[in-house]
């Protein structure tokens, strides 16, 4: 009980509770309004009194089975409020990375990284890779260019920064690099080329390109199946209402079986490495194949995507996926 009498201030309510406690949904509750200074955090018997409470609120129940949890584990759109940074000053953004200072990188797709600046409010470009972007073939939209970008871990110590992307040249393929990205200088010769996977070019659709990190620093990268999901009918492409699989001769960009459905294929997956200081990477325990396992690439983590564009990891838990 409280006794407002006993201090000056409050609201002259007389005695009344300060902690209490109630069972419900076969769980239990505990609260207290104590604990508002931080002196009361060295007091032993306000410590008893915390102590008490949560051994009421486990109940017994030390081994706790969560799965009977039925609190909301995403908070209600409406505790959020949007704040806009940056209004009509991009093109075809892709992915962003948010760095220790609240400087934000974003990437686009044609190869633009733009930094928007947390202090002065103000989004230039600080670098812009040479990238295919865009179909020779006349009414086919391409979908590679810069697509992805995320820091690393460690970067308020090593300025990493990783960005998947589609370089220029006859090499169709597609590149996860590490470079580094100091003082609001992106530093384009200390790129080191972590992976490449072939990518047939000249075709539509499903690029992936998204990194994420887990807690243990491994790296997670969402790759597209590289595959048609239209039926060619002429000159006109409708939807097929089915899986890309085509068996036909000339048809190897409608058939994903070559690359999401290919264990020895490093497109339509979500891949998981380690990467060393050098640049080089090793395979986790726990990805879908062990290594030297025949037909297959260690890399991979999930396999089946046909366009997993954007990704996310649940620090606490596993992997989740945004499509």
């Not at 230039?124 to 073939?137: G, P, R, S």
């Not at 590149?175 to 384009?188: A, C, P």
Request: aromatic content about 10%; proline content about 4%; some cysteine.
């Amino acid at each position: 009980m409280l006794d407002e009498a006993s201090y000056q201030g409050g609201m002259d309510m007389g005695e009344h509770p300060i902690a209490w406690y109630h069972e419900y949904d076969g769980g239990r509750a505990y609260y207290t309004g104590g604990g508002h200074t931080k002196e009361s955090y060295q007091e032993a018997e306000f410590l008893q009194h915390l102590l008490a409470g949560i051994q009421y609120a486990i109940g017994g129940n030390e081994q706790l089975d969560y799965s009977k949890a039925k609190s909301k584990r995403v908070p209600e759109e409406n505790r959020f409020t949007k704040t806009n940074l940056s209004i009509g000053q991009f093109t075809e953004p892709t992915e962003m990375t948010i760095l220790p200072d609240l400087d934000i990188l974003v990437a686009q797709r044609r190869g633009e990284i733009l930094l928007y600046d947390n202090e002065t409010q103000e989004l230039k470009e600080v670098a812009k890779l040479d990238v295919y972007w865009k179909a020779e073939v006349p009414g086919v939209n391409a979908e590679e260019g810069l697509m992805g970008i995320q820091k690393d871990p460690n970067y308020a110590t090593n300025n990493f920064v990783f960005a998947f992307y589609a370089p220029t040249g006859d090499k169709e393929v597609n590149r996860l690099s590490r470079f580094v990205f100091k003082d609001g200088v992106w530093d384009m010769n200390s790129e080191k080329v972590i992976l490449e996977l072939y990518s047939q070019r000249n075709i539509c659709c499903h690029t992936g390109g998204s990194i994420a990190f887990d807690k243990e620093g491994n790296l997670f990268l969402s790759t597209g199946d590289n595959s048609t999901p239209f039926n060619q009918n002429e000159s006109e492409y409708v939807l097929a209402g089915f899986a890309p699989v085509d068996s036909r001769d000339g048809r190897k960009q409608w058939d994903a079986r070559r690359s999401s459905g290919n264990s020895n294929d490093l497109r339509g997956k979500i891949l998981r490495i380690k990467v060393a200081e050098d640049g080089s990477y090793t395979i986790p325990a726990g990805n879908l194949y062990p290594a030297g396992t025949e037909g297959t690439r260690p890399e991979i983590f999930v396999q089946g995507n046909r366009n997993p564009y954007r990704i996310s990891v649940d620090q606490k838990n596993r992997l989740s996926l945004l499509g």
